[in-house]
């Protein structure tokens, strides 16, 4: 309705609009009050990154009018959200600290970038009605990071670690508050936020859209947590909420594609499992060369949960095509 | 006509049934009898391994019912040979010995993991006819070996060395029949057999469904043996048939999929060439990472060749769907 | 016009014709004459080179008449051109020195293998339109290179360098002079000449079949160079012409690809910037294993480039089918 009503609006509040909910597209959300207030979880977690973020997001934006992408797709923001990851995470591994304005070129270019690989992958997925997601992000954030390095004169990262390494200090006790607090990270990490009041924001963004969302939100995260002890990663993977950020959106991603009954609720859960396990495994992959996986394990795994083709649950799928809306 | 009697036995018999072809299509088989006498070699070279194996093809036969996967497709087997092999080098790579019972915990979920791969990446790789083969067992071997690693202190593992690395004592003088036991032994390592009589059994269960494609594994494990000579590995790789074993894949999948004659008979030792060079170049990567190529060389080159567009050879290619039954 | 009058003669005036379209294929054109050019080039270069490249050319345009490949196909070169560049590859990075005539061997087995990949690649890649272009090549120099390492008794080879690596001496003025001759040396190096004279003949060469070609090709190499001064790679990079190469091929696939006008002009200076950053990302990720990017980014973005869905762009995309010609 919102929709409907802003199309006659001047164009840079049609350009709210769509940023906003650019931003809500991020957690598979759409919704442009969400991403309002995603955006003030992110400001109050550093403003910086916020200023990264929504110029990664008008930068994809642009990019995508400019090569003259569908009006419809760009107006609810599926050209947005993917510039947007690249520049958070460009932002958080840059190890020149904030307010270095150098990186605006990079995070300009890399958004950009996402608009391409989101055009093209676009046609290749659609064959098996399957949306194009976080891919472009993923694949973009991966090369700028294996580009620059770590010690690049221009633009230093720090260095993603493997959770799989062994502890540096001798093997300490768990701390169960921590470990607790770690799972609501985990629906902050998914926005590269590491502290606990912008995640509950943006968990009351997910809640505001649908409150069965957030309940993913959070079981995906405790999964993916248990999923983490059970292969005893360092603890601080598990407190920072790294651990927590794959299980829950490949939680979500059921959520949102599935109609929910209880058969789909058993598949949420499975897929949060299997997209735990297989962070953990890219992320000790990818950690050898220090370069972090991101969110590639519940890219890869949603993508799996779209496609499968047993009887009792491909009626239960929602067209790509109608989720969106 | 087994089969078709089989459907109206009560349910455990007709389990046996799937089971049993289950086992015989590892090896591009479909017949119960070559099921039984693989079974057979596998109980003879360990029985914890045969346990860990009929878990694995337990636990993705189970999943695929659940996810409602085609009935025809289960009752065949095509749902339980990656659970089977995935169980079967977890149990091959573990560094905790035989009979530890925590392994079956992984077995079950990767079992389970494999039906959700075959189920997703059957839509897609059907568009070009094209089996699913063990994509799934590859894909989820490599992920439990980089997840757990070789210090976890729940589930540690061997590490994988790359076939390519120097020899550790100094160059010693080939040893001929032990190369040619290595031979017959690749066609064990299909199974994770480092043993000849098991392998002899494997072998015969070939011979039992079809002698020529019994020539072919053994040609093909030979050719691949060559190929490992002529990269100058490391001679434990030649003796205990992992040099031969992907080979021996390669020329067999030639040999299910094409109508025989002079000129499929040339293609399959192109293949087994390819698919035992390709092995050596993917072992030495992921041998870097302590990781093994398992059987990624043959799936990639096998499907490949089922690809081929050249019109000599196209004529002779037998559709997927009839080469099943 | 030349085609249709050589359709009559003996076929060795014929495969004269396919092998010198064939070396013209490789940077995109389609043209004998050029192709003459260009083989004067590499023999300028190296006598050595030119054998192998023709060898590598002729292996795998044998095997494609083998396969029954189509024979209009054939007849213009598109089953040659990978051969060639595995070829010209293998000899680059060989470190046994000129006229080491075993490496014949290896350069015979590569043609034929891309000829196989070629085949198989098509009926993939022709469901989006999209050429085979030089996946082949890439794929097989990239599996010889691991398959054989550096200390093969047999076929050693030079380990490539990351170019994010950090310089072995201080940090040393750059030479400008150096610079400009990387730019045209970056066209040379897409055939793996690394001197001026024979680089300025194949830039010759592409002016001969179109001059707006030959500027695309420089501009791109120049846009290359600088996105690796931006990245401070290592200077022998820049002024080898390796920063070069992937850029001025990224610049002229829009070139060939699309009708010219002000938005390809565009599009092709992004491209080349893309398909820059991406090879010094996969440049340093692969260097990690001592393995050279070669042009997979020039590859995989061309091909991006081609799928892209925008209305302002994908009126002037050309079908891949009218390209050829």
């Given at each position: 309705q919102l929709h409907t009503h802003m199309q006659d609006k001047f164009f840079p509040l049609q350009l709210v609009e769509w940023v906003l909910r650019g931003i809500s597209c991020v957690?598979?959300?759409?919704?442009?009050?969400?991403?309002?207030?995603?955006?003030?979880?992110?400001?109050l977690e550093s403003p910086w990154q916020a200023l990264l973020g929504m110029l990664g997001l008008l930068a994809s934006t642009f990019t995508a009018i400019i090569l003259g992408q569908d009006r419809e797709e760009v107006s609810s923001g599926l050209h947005g959200f993917n510039g947007m990851l690249?520049?958070?995470?460009?932002g958080v591994f840059?190890?020149?600290?904030?307010?270095?304005?150098?990186?605006?070129?990079?995070?300009?270019?890399?958004?950009a970038a996402t608009t391409f690989l989101s055009s093209s992958l676009a046609p290749v997925l659609d064959r098996w009605d399957l949306?194009?997601?976080?891919?472009?992000?993923?694949?973009?954030?991966?090369?700028?990071?294996?580009?620059?390095?770590?010690?690049?004169?221009?633009?230093?990262?720090h260095p993603a670690q493997p959770p799989g390494a062994p502890e540096n200090t001798n093997h300490s006790q768990l701390h169960v508050p921590q470990l607790l607090q770690g799972v609501v990270l985990g629906v902050g990490q998914i926005f590269a936020c590491g502290t606990v009041g912008p995640s509950l924001l943006i968990l009351g963004a997910v809640f505001l859209f649908s409150p069965i969302l957030a309940v993913y939100a959070l079981l995906g995260s405790g999964i993916s947590t248990m999923a983490g002890?059970?292969?005893s990663v360092q603890h601080s993977f598990l407190y920072s909420g790294l651990s927590g950020f794959n299980g829950a959106l490949g939680c979500m991603v059921v959520g949102v594609f599935y109609i929910l009954n209880w058969?789909?609720?058993?598949?949420?859960?499975?897929?949060?499992?299997?997209s735990a396990y297989t962070d953990i495994a890219l992320s000790n992959l990818l950690g050898v060369l220090g370069l972090p996986a991101s969110s590639w394990a519940a890219t890869l795994t949603g993508t799996l949960m779209l496609l499968l083709?047993?009887?009792?649950?491909?009626?239960y799928r929602i067209p790509t095509g109608k989720v969106a809306s």
């Open positions: 957690i598979l959300l759409n919704n442009p009050l969400s991403g309002a207030l995603i955006l003030a979880a992110l400001l690249v520049a958070l995470l460009m840059s190890s020149a600290g904030d307010w270095y304005w150098w990186l605006l070129l990079p995070v300009c270019l890399g958004g949306p194009v997601s976080v891919f472009p992000f993923n694949t973009v954030i991966l090369l700028y990071l294996a580009c620059t390095g770590t010690s690049n004169p221009y633009f230093p990262n002890l059970s292969m058969r789909t609720h058993l598949l949420s859960i499975a897929n949060a499992l299997l083709t047993g009887k009792n649950l491909k009626e």
